[in-house]
């Protein structure tokens, strides 16, 4: 038995959620190899080379492999399967487009989204939206598993003496190509791995009134979520949703504020340490799942609570 794990990263630092990932890999029990594909990534390929425990770090620099592309990517990682009875890789946006791919190349199935490792082939998933969690055997030759981050810690790093190679079996296979891209500046942390969230939804009313969203991240260091219908409404970009279909968040603290508690924004969520809710319904869903809650209009109360904070 042997592991790959694919490093998530941006061609110059490792993505804290590929620690998370090697966690995962150190439960299924096999020693693990990390696996970097990007272009210009040496940097990347120094740091996985620290994770304690890693035998050797591939690396595939190319052109191709510049952006990660999900045709590219999964072909180059076909290319060196061979010899690891599991893939293992962070539960990105990136990774849930290739991986699938991958397994279908190999012929075998796709194990999404791992919140448990069981043993070498049983795994725990949820199933509908959070609400019911599945525990699932596999008896495919390779594994190739996409991994929740939010459901593991991450891996210690820093003794770690991994072989770095390099590969030269990238793979173009010519289907799509970057035109542009547009990388969303913040100073804020980053909503998947930030410990704190403060999320605003519908009941914040407007674009102009999520600035009361924003100062209260501000105050907390938090990074800013939001659900789906505020994100609809057009308060918000795209990439603050918090969700079964956005991002899935665990921080030690998330304030949920105007939101109501829909199951498919508790599926992004649910799995926080501690959780505040501010609504003016008492009934609110989110209740259900508040440690703490403030009943009550979120114009008076989230301005009265950034007052407080910024005395402390
Ligand atoms: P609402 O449900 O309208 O709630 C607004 C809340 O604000 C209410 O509870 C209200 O009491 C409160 N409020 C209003 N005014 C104030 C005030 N002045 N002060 C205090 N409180 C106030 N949703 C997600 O969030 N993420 C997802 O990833 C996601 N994926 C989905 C996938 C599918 C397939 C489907 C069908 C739906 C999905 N949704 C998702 C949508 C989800 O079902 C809900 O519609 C959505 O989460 C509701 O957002 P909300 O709580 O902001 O709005």
Partial sequence: MKTLVIASHNNATLSPVTLAAVSAALKIGASFD?????????????????????SAVLVADHDALAYQGA???????????????HIVAPATSVMKDALPRLAALLGVGQISDITGVNGEAEFVRPIYAGNAIATVTSSDAVK???????????????????AITAVD??????????????????????????????????????????????KLADRLNAALGASRAAVDAGFIGNDH???????????????????????????????????????KDPDAPIYEVADYGLVGDLHDLVPELEAKLASV
């Fill in 169 to 214: 079996n990238a793979v173009d296979c010519g289907l799509s190509r970057v035109v542009s891209e547009e990388i969303a500046q913040s100073e804020r942390p980053e909503l998947a791995s930030a410990s704190i969230v403060v999320s605003g939804g519908r009941g914040v009313g407007s674009e102009e009134n999520f600035a009361l969203i924003e």
């Fill in 241 to 279: 949703q918090v969700g079964q279909t956005g991002k899935i968040v665990a921080p030690d603290l998330y304030v949920a504020v105007g939101i109501s508690g829909a199951i498919q924004h508790l599926a992004g969520m649910q799995g926080s340490k501690v959780i505040v809710a501010i609504n």
């Fill in 34 to 54: 990390i696996f970097v594909a990007g272009k210009g990534c040496a940097a990347v390929a120094e740091e996985a080379a620290k994770v304690d425990g890693v």
């Fill in 144 to 162: 190739v598993i996409t991994v929740r981050t939010s459901a593991f810690d991450a891996a210690p790093t820093g003794a770690g003496t991994g």
């Fill in 71 to 85: 045709e590219n990517l999964a072909a180059t990682l076909q290319a060196n399967a061979e010899g690891y009875s």
